[in-house]
């Protein structure tokens, strides 16, 4: 929800009240949002009923909540850094639709709903049909209510940064909508194609593993597992299943289960088309190529070893160990006895668990007595637990004690850095500044809509001035810190000023300053030889023509700063030698620019102005409320008749502060 409406608006205006729902379908929540690729098009037939989340805006304020109402997320990698432009078409274009979007890289994606750092852009309109991102955007952040533009500018997306995007359907509706990329120089198409990458077997050889280079859509691999062979041996497959197909849309490790056992040796898994017309796809909708192949080792049945260690992210709390076979969850000790660390400084361990599916486990999390937030070199070692044992594997094998795994800490960084601001009257240049304390060699800066940086202290210019929103996010490979600061550049300096158009004779004119920014000097020249410096100055006097006529004057105002900037303001004025308002007593409208039109005469000082003429079966011939339209002496397209016409005139005039009605005759003469 966007915003509360008053309740004399609500009056006026229908709102459906819709209880929020937990969303609980794929892709409604930023842990199972869906994966997109550049080059598709994404289509949302329908949109469930539920949400309401308030979501961390550039935005937000006390009395406003921007929610993700009814919504689907997305999430993208960019692979070329570049602006990226988007679309989102609703299936009915009378409903209003909202988007977000984060930067999520190294973050718990539920943090979008309370960390202002994730944020990139938005745009929350108030009003219906297309909208998203696109070259006709001037700012990335749109708020709330009617009339706000439905496209913000193209943001910039990072190579190598992962982004979720939110669409919100304000509309309480379950009219769907189509996702479309295009229009932005980045790229967020991954350019790996698909492919196999290895496969082993489990203890028995009646269950294969297979890894995938990349995350492939799991709606394409079938259930039987038709895409897939082995040869030699005669064994057929029976089933396949994707790791975490359950929970999203895409997976990289598959399970597929043989007839019957594989003896040790050397085996071919091959993949063709399956029953669905396809091998497996990814996000792109590349297929890995009819018939590859990779091969297969099927050992004979040894303890299995310490693998690997997942390299540690910043100041880690838990370590965690990867196997090459599953290990029975049974055989952990759950307080983490297994292991011991050692290293730079003291390490303690305190308990251990798996990521266990059917009582195994691939994966061992080792938690910590605290997070290790200094930098240091250490070893994982697998003991003795006090349960007795190692581990065990699936195949009842215990690993064998004494193995050790090398690892790194990389210190804590922090993104925090200062600015030096330069003001001018063109352009203002700001030099920021970070101290790349704690190994940190990577830096990303962004300034709003101008090009990030990687530059440790880069120099900004600015052509326009007002506040600018600053990120830093900093890195020394492992951990990462991200750092925000407003920078208000006031100098802006507008020259304006109010006054009359037009003067009477005997007239006294007032002028009123109306100029923005830090002014500290003031020069009016009023274009009757008079001069000031106050910022309000004395009123004026115009002398009017000696020969019955209008001139005109030019009034100037010149402000300045204490930069030494200036910027000029100008407003021309009429001085006018009649100011008594009458109507001719006859005109001759015959094209040769004397006396061609019939009107009010020097009405400067009418408001409420409303004339009329009308011939003698008291047609209405001319109307008008403005002054300056005159009657050009013709009636439905054609010259009206020769003869005397009867005029009415009604205004108020400003100067005697009464209404005033006059009527008379004027005799049209050709």
């Known amino acids: 929800m966007k915003y509360f409406l008053p309740s004399l608006f609500l009056i006026l205006f229908h709102v459906t009240d819709v209880t929020a729902q937990d969303c609980t379908a794929l892709g409604q929540n930023p842990e199972t949002a869906f994966p997109v690729c550049g080059t598709a098009v994404f289509s949302q037939n329908s949109v469930n009923i539920c949400g309401n989340r308030t979501v961390i805006s550039r935005c937000s304020s006390s009395a406003i909540n921007f929610t993700d109402k009814n919504p689907y997320w997305y999430k993208f990698t960019c692979f070329t850094s570049g602006t990226l432009g988007f679309a989102i078409t609703p299936n009915n274009l009378g409903d209003d639709y909202d988007w977000q979007l984060f930067d999520v890289t190294n973050r718990n994606v539920a943090d979008v709903y309370t960390d202002l750092s994730l944020f990139v852009a938005c745009n929350w309109s108030g009003d219906p049909g297309v909208t998203g991102a696109s070259a006709a955007g001037n700012s990335l952040v749109r708020c709330e209510g009617p009339g706000v533009p439905l496209f913000s500018s193209m943001p910039n997306i990072i190579q190598g940064r992962q982004y979720l995007l939110l669409i919100s359907h304000f509309t309480d509706s379950q009219s769907g909508y189509s996702l479309s990329f295009g229009g932005g120089t980045g790229s967020i198409t991954d350019p790996t194609e698909p492919h196999l990458q290895s496969a082993v077997a489990a203890c028995d050889g009646s269950v294969i593993r297979i890894k995938l280079n990349k995350k492939m859509k799991c709606r394409t691999l079938t259930a039987s597992g038709s895409e897939f062979s082995v040869n030699p041996g005669g064994r057929t497959v029976t089933g396949a299943v994707g790791y975490g197909c359950n929970l999203g849309f895409d997976t990289d490790s598959l399970e597929i289960t043989l007839n019957n056992s594989l003896t040790p040796g050397l085996y071919t898994i091959t993949i063709n088309n399956g029953n669905d017309g396809n091998t497996l796809l990814d996000n792109c909708d590349r297929a890995i190529p009819d018939g590859e192949n990779i091969p297969l080792t099927v050992f004979p ?125 063109e352009k203002d240049v700001v030099r920021f500044f970070h101290n790349g304390a704690n190994g940190v060699n990577n830096w990303l800066w962004t300034f709003g809509e101008l090009p990030p940086s990687g530059l440790q202290n880069p120099i900004v210019e600015y052509f326009n001035f007002g506040v600018k929103p600053i990120r830093l996010i900093v890195s020394n490979g492992v951990c990462f810190d991200t750092s925000f600061a407003s920078i208000s550049l006031d100098n802006t300096i507008q020259a304006a000023f109010e006054g009359p158009t037009f003067v009477c004779p005997d007239d006294t004119l007032s002028f009123r300053d109306l100029s923005i920014g830090q002014i500290s000097g003031w020069s009016w020249d009023f274009g009757n030889g008079n001069t000031s410096s106050s910022q309000n100055p004395p009123s004026q006097i115009y002398l009017p023509s000696t020969n019955n006529e209008n001139y005109n004057a030019t009034v100037r105002l010149v402000v300045r700063n204490n930069l030494g900037c200036t910027d000029t303001a100008y407003k021309t004025i009429t001085i006018v030698w009649n100011c008594y308002i009458d109507v001719p007593t006859g005109f001759t409208p015959n094209g040769d620019g004397l006396n061609d039109y019939l009107y009010p005469l020097n009405a400067y000082k009418a408001q409420s102005l409303r004339f009329s003429v009308y011939n003698r079966l008291g047609q209405r011939v001319f109307y008008t409320d403005n002054w300056l339209n005159k009657w050009n002496g013709t009636y439905k397209g054609k010259p009206a008749d020769i003869g005397t016409y009867v005029w009415m005139l009604h205004y108020y005039d400003i100067e005697k502060n009464k209404m005033v009605d006059k009527k008379g005759t004027v005799v049209l003469i050709r």
């Open 301 to 425: 049945i040894a303890p299995t070893p310490m693998d690997s260690l997942t390299k540690p992210g910043c100041a880690p709390q838990t370590l965690e160990l990867v196997f090459r076979k599953p290990i029975r969850c049974n055989s952990i000790a759950p307080n983490g006895s297994d292991f011991i660390v050692t290293g730079s400084y003291p390490v303690t361990v305190v308990a251990a668990n798996g990521i266990c599916t059917n009582g195994t486990t691939t994966k061992i999390q080792v938690q910590l007595s605290a997070p290790m937030q200094t930098a240091g070199n250490f070893q994982i070692q697998l003991v003795r637990g006090n349960d007795g044992n190692t581990l065990i594997d699936e195949c009842s094998q215990e690993s064998i004690a004494g193995q050790f795994l090398p690892f790194t800490i990389k210190d804590t960084v922090n993104a925090n850095f200062t600015y030096n601001v330069q003001l001018g009257c």
